[in-house]
């Protein structure tokens, strides 16, 4: 049997009332997802525990079957390792966005505007990083360039206890309500206010406000963590796979899992990735012998933050027309019996713009097992309200994989 897990990443929302009082997922044009809905299993989940926040290192570790309140020890140290980090058992890893922030005076005075200094390139952002590096890096500590505006830093023998905001939390806000805080933390101030010195008048970003386009001109750090360890997916599952995402994070808990991390070239985890490639890619895994695939894609998640629903409602429907369409033409093809299951890691309403802890939707087909057909029943929050409902995330993919 193959399986295929879909990742829609924060394709849960609220229903808008532009969009005639419906969600993105209900307003969009899924056909497929649908169908999917139609013959086989929807219900909710909630992915994010209690008490954790509502990020995608906790969310994706929860559908791939792991309990975050076990494994959780940090976002940054999961990209680490699918950066190709080498981490010791003391080492901490800390994200590092390259930020857009706006204003005038004191660096706690300016705003954040953009987490991802509009979705800057790879190719940009890692001169960028190279040259924080040279300015603040040490023999203990190493600033690492990971893709568009995600990178690492990696301080040895460092602390874990300081208390770090996502800048996707608090777009719009002042920067010195949510400055790192914390015995110790002040070197982590310094260097962010170093940093908004350093980028404003860096050669990179000077074109970059040429063109019309966001300066990367500061640095935003936080998920601390060190190194998990996982449980083996082949241990828990008994079945051989794949993740396939643009996204550090998603990638890291694959290697940690001991799944294959597949690159895919022009993957961005925007808007304007290789959905194409992405879907080719996780075919020819099939084709190679692999009975799994994990396939995340991150566009939904950063239509949200920029609060765009076009476009969010626009990635849906690529996912679906593009990603899903071909994967299951293919299976179908095979005769051989699949299982699939769609669903967000969380929810990311466009009213908010960043992530919700609230359950997401999520629906199993079986392709020898097929539910009478209900034309009512879709991939959206509300049918899925209907549903079996699951309290633990991880234990949902308990369900999907029988055991």
């Known amino acids: 049997m193959k399986y295929l897990i879909l990742i829609p990443d924060g394709a849960g929302d609220e229903k808008i009332a532009a969009l005639g009082n419906k969600t993105p997922l209900q307003a969009a044009k899924i056909t497929h997802m649908n169908q999917l809905a139609q013959k086989g299993m929807v219900g909710s989940v909630r992915t994010i525990p209690p008490g954790i926040e509502p990020g995608s290192d906790a969310a994706n570790l929860s559908v791939m079957g792991y309990e975050p309140a076990t494994y959780l020890t940090g976002r940054s140290p999961l990209e680490a390792v699918s950066m190709g980090i080498e981490m010791t058992e003391t080492d901490v890893a800390f994200r590092t966005n390259l930020v857009t922030l706006s204003g005038e005076g004191n660096y706690e005075d300016l705003t954040v505007e953009d987490h991802s200094a509009g979705d800057i390139t790879s190719e940009e952002s890692r001169i960028l990083i190279k040259?924080?590096?040279?300015?603040?890096?040490?023999?203990?500590?190493?600033?690492?360039?990971?893709?568009?505006?995600?990178?690492?830093?990696?301080?040895?023998?460092?602390?874990?206890?300081?208390?770090?905001?996502?800048?996707?939390?608090?777009?719009?806000?002042?920067?010195?309500e949510h400055l790192p805080k914390g015995e110790g933390s002040e070197f982590i101030t310094r260097m962010m206010k170093g940093s908004y010195k350093l980028l404003s008048d860096h050669p990179v970003n000077l074109e970059r406000v040429k063109k019309g386009l966001n300066p990367a001109n500061s640095i935003w750090i936080w998920g601390?963590?060190?190194?998990?360890?996982?449980?083996?997916?082949?241990?828990?599952?008994?079945?051989?796979?794949?993740?396939?995402?643009?996204?550090?994070?998603?990638?890291?808990?694959?290697?940690?899992?001991?799944?294959?991390?597949?690159?895919?070239?022009?993957?961005?985890?925007?808007?304007?990735?290789?959905?194409?490639?992405?879907?080719?890619?996780?075919?020819?895994?099939?084709?190679?012998?692999?009975?799994?695939?994990?396939?995340?894609?991150?566009?939904?998640?950063?239509?949200?933050?920029?609060?765009?629903?076009?476009?969010?409602?626009?990635?849906?429907?690529?996912?679906?027309?593009?990603?899903?369409?071909?994967?299951?033409?293919?299976?179908?093809?095979?005769?051989?019996?699949?299982?699939?299951?769609?669903?967000?890691?969380?929810?990311?309403?466009?009213?908010?713009?960043?992530?919700?802890?609230?359950?997401?939707?999520?629906?199993?087909?079986?392709?020898?097992?097929?539910?009478?057909?209900?034309?009512?029943?879709?991939?959206?929050?509300?049918?899925?309200?209907?549903?079996?409902?699951?309290?633990?995330?991880?234990?949902?993919?308990?369900?999907?994989?029988?055991?």
Request: aromatic fraction near 12%; charged fraction near 25%; hydrophobic fraction near 35%.
């Open 224 to 403: 601390q963590g060190k190194r998990p360890r996982l449980t083996s997916f082949y241990e828990k599952y008994k079945i051989n796979g794949s993740v396939i995402s643009a996204v550090d994070l998603i990638k890291g808990i694959g290697i940690c899992a001991g799944l294959d991390s597949i690159d895919v070239e022009g993957a961005t985890g925007t808007i304007h990735t290789n959905f194409k490639g992405k879907s080719e890619a996780a075919i020819n895994e099939y084709v190679k012998g692999k009975d799994f695939v994990y396939l995340h894609l991150e566009a939904p998640d950063e239509c949200s933050h920029q609060g765009d629903l076009e476009g969010k409602i626009r990635s849906l429907e690529l996912i679906d027309e593009q990603v899903l369409k071909p994967i299951l033409d293919y299976l179908y093809s095979t005769g051989e019996v699949f299982k699939v299951m769609i669903l967000p890691d969380h929810k990311t309403p466009l009213s908010i713009r960043t992530h919700s802890a609230t359950p997401v939707p999520y629906v199993i087909y079986r392709s020898n097992q097929e539910a009478e057909s209900d034309a009512g029943r879709g991939f959206n929050e509300e049918s899925g309200a209907t549903g079996r409902f699951f309290e633990n995330g991880f234990k949902l993919a308990d369900f999907f994989f029988n055991r």
């Open 131 to 176: 040259y924080i590096d040279e300015q603040f890096g040490t023999e203990l500590m190493h600033f690492y360039p990971g893709v568009s505006y995600r990178h690492a830093l990696i301080i040895k023998n460092g602390a874990t206890d300081y208390v770090l905001t996502p800048p996707h939390d608090i777009l719009g806000q002042k920067v010195g």
